[in-house]
């Protein structure tokens, strides 16, 4: 079974505050993806990867950046975040885009003060 | 760009019910549609997918889904729930070949025990 590592599994922070989300998966997935969930809205992309050194814009990019490391590794950035940012966070990877099977992580919990 | 709507945000059935979750997409060409569920405070879990040939999909812990091109549907079902069985379960879309998995807004499934 695959594994998607994410890290912290819950942070709060003020409005203008600073924060990274870590992202980890272990099966050498060369897709991996940054979700937000909120109520009413199910999941929404935010940013996604293909490989080291790729970004991709997902549909709710603003507010957000993101990096990916390695292979393995891909963060979400807030440099200044915003209470519109309060939200639960899922990173997942998938082996060849979305018409393969998406591995989540836990989630992070989110909360701007 | 593809579209997922699940019409239920919540539906109530009793253990040893059966059940059938409502999803509908939009998009004109070929399309992936899969189903994932999602127990509370956990990332989402892969439960099956279409892409081509037999409209009846199984998949795990005896969901199955059909597609139906007329209807634009994909909806999931369960001969008997079992309470374990409670949870969100989010319908989810692709294009042929596409990097952005499009999710809906999810369906609560509460199973009575």
């Known amino acids: 079974e695959a594994a998607v590592t994410q890290s912290p599994r819950n942070k709060v922070t003020v409005t203008g505050g600073n924060v990274t989300l870590s992202c980890r998966q272990t099966?050498?997935?060369?897709?991996m993806y940054w979700y937000r969930q909120d109520t009413g809205h199910g999941l929404r992309l935010i940013h996604y990867?293909?490989?080291?050194?790729?970004?991709q814009i997902g549909d709710v990019p603003d507010g957000y950046k993101a990096t990916r490391t390695t292979q393995e590794d891909f963060f979400l950035l807030l440099e200044l975040a915003s209470p519109s940012q309060t939200s639960l966070y899922f990173c997942a990877s998938s082996e060849a885009g979305a018409n393969e099977r998406l591995f989540f992580g836990h989630g992070t919990k989110l909360s701007v003060l | 760009t593809q579209t997922v709507s699940q019409s239920d945000a919540h539906v109530t059935v009793f253990e040893g019910d059966s059940v059938e979750l409502r999803c509908n997409y939009s998009?004109?060409?070929?399309?992936?549609l899969s189903w994932y569920i999602q127990h509370h405070g956990r990332g989402l879990q892969f439960l099956l997918k279409?892409?081509?040939?037999?409209?009846v999909v199984q998949g795990v812990n005896g969901f199955e889904a059909e597609f139906s091109k007329s209807d634009s549907s994909f909806h999931l079902r369960k001969a008997s729930v079992h309470w374990s069985d409670s949870a969100v379960y989010f319908c989810?879309?692709?294009?042929?070949?596409?990097?952005?998995?499009?999710f809906g807004t999810g369906t609560s499934l509460l199973v009575d025990p």
């Open positions: 998009y004109g060409g070929s399309i992936y």
């Open positions: 279409y892409y081509s040939g037999n409209p």
């Open positions: 989810a879309a692709s294009i042929t070949m596409g990097y952005k998995l499009t």
């Open positions: 099966n050498s997935h060369n897709y």
């Open positions: 990867s293909y490989g080291a050194g790729n970004l």
